[in-house]
Nanobody, 126 residues
Framework: QVQLVESGGGLVQAGGSLRLSCAASGLTFNHYAVGWFRQAPGKEREFVAAIRLNGGTTYYAGSVMGRFTISRDNAKNTVFLQMNSLKPDDTAVYYC????WGVGASITYVNSYDDWGQGTQVTVSS
């Protein structure tokens, strides 16, 4: 059974930084692409960043490009999202998700993912 657990969320002032972690278990981790998505109140879940199986290719939403960095440590079954220069618009629940053999730009789509974590709240105050 695949389990994804996010951590690292919290309250931060605008301009600050947070580092989210997604710890995976119950899967062969290097067979999965991993994505970060977020959902603000009253809005649909949206793509933030994704990383392919070996970490060699990454994708970012335009709104976070240059501010967020996704990385993975396959030895520790963990994916990270480093978030810098945070803005109030980044406030949302952040979810990680895993996509078996995920390739190409499809890993930026919500519907490509079958396995999701429970989410971690990120709140950015102005």
């Amino acid at each position: 059974q695949v389990q994804l657990v996010e951590s690292g969320g919290g309250l931060v002032q605008a301009g600050g930084s947070l580092r989210l972690s997604c710890a995976a278990s119950g899967l062969t981790f290097n067979h999965y692409a991993v994505g970060w998505f977020r959902q603000a109140p009253g809005k649909e879940r949206e793509f933030v960043a994704a990383i392919r199986l070996n970490g060699g290719t990454t994708y970012y939403a335009g709104s976070v490009m240059g501010r967020f960095t996704i990385s993975r440590d396959n030895a520790k079954n963990t994916v990270f999202l480093q978030m810098n220069s945070l803005k109030p618009d980044d406030t949302a629940v952040y979810y990680c998700a895993a996509d078996l053999w995920g390739v190409g730009a499809s890993i930026t789509y919500v519907n490509s993912y079958d396995d999701w974590g429970q989410g971690t709240q990120v709140t950015v105050s102005s």
